[in-house]
């Protein structure tokens, strides 16, 4: 099936930095989520956005709709450990109960 | 407030068996998602329920089953198990509509041998 482009596929980060990640498709969505798995864990949501263009905080986090409605990233500032775990982005089209497309995900390490 | 609960935790099952999986929404949830989680992968969808009746079905053989009960809970159904259908099994809930987004509960890890 489909699935959204999020590359690398793990990242490491020294605790204390920023890190940005991408999320691409080939087609539009109208919502885009960003979403955290952590081990034994279903996925829990971080971020949604409604709007393209639209830029929406959540505590340390910080995500943004792309304009193309094609892409979306999520920024995270001042890493902490707890911020150890996969993070997928997921596109929704229109129209109630519509399904997540989700991207693979990518594995974050934050070394202390 | 009870999340959403899935059982069992973890399964193993033989090729050929059936299998069913169970999920709780949150309470006014009126909407139901399985999705299927691959070992490395992302969630692929497989069935959307809204108020009893399938709203939508992703790419997965007829050997895979949902229905959603009067009380919105939900079952999946999968028959001759085969190996590549060890996975993580998510059922998420939601209220409806496009701007609800959804919960996932833990997961039902299936094991096939």
């Known amino acids: 099936g489909q699935q959204l482009n999020q590359s690398p596929q793990s990242m490491f980060i020294q605790e204390g930095e920023d890190v940005s990640m991408n999320c691409t498709s080939s087609s539009i969505f109208n919502t885009w989520l960003w979403y955290k798995q952590e081990p034994g864990e279903g996925p829990v949501l971080l971020i949604a956005l409604y709007k393209a263009g639209e830029l929406t905080s959540n505590g340390r986090l910080t995500a943004q709709f792309g304009i193309t409605r094609k892409d979306s990233f999520l920024n995270i500032s001042a890493s902490i450990p707890s911020d150890v775990g996969i993070y997928f982005c997921?596109?929704?089209?229109?129209?109630?109960?519509?399904?997540?497309?989700f991207g693979k995900g990518i594995t974050l390490s934050v070394r202390p | 407030d009870a999340g959403v609960t899935q059982s069992p935790t973890h399964l193993i099952k033989t090729r050929g068996q059936q299998v069913t999986l169970r999920c709780s929404p949150i309470?006014?949830?009126?909407?139901v998602s399985w999705y299927q989680q691959v070992l490395g992968q992302g969630p692929q969808f497989i069935f959307q329920?809204?108020?009893?009746?399938?709203?939508g079905r992703g790419n997965f053989p007829d050997r895979f089953s949902a229905r959603q009960f009067p009380n919105y809970s939900s079952e999946l159904n999968v028959n001759a198990l085969l190996l590549g259908d060890s996975a993580l099994y998510l059922c998420?809930?939601?209220?409806?509509?496009?701007?609800?987004?959804?919960?996932f509960g833990s997961g039902t890890r299936l094991t096939v041998v």
């Open positions: 309470s006014g949830h009126k909407s």
């Open positions: 998420a809930s939601s209220f409806g509509g496009l701007n609800y987004g959804y919960t």
């Open positions: 329920y809204y108020e009893k009746e399938e709203r």
């Open positions: 997921a596109g929704q089209l229109a129209g109630a109960n519509s399904k997540l497309t």
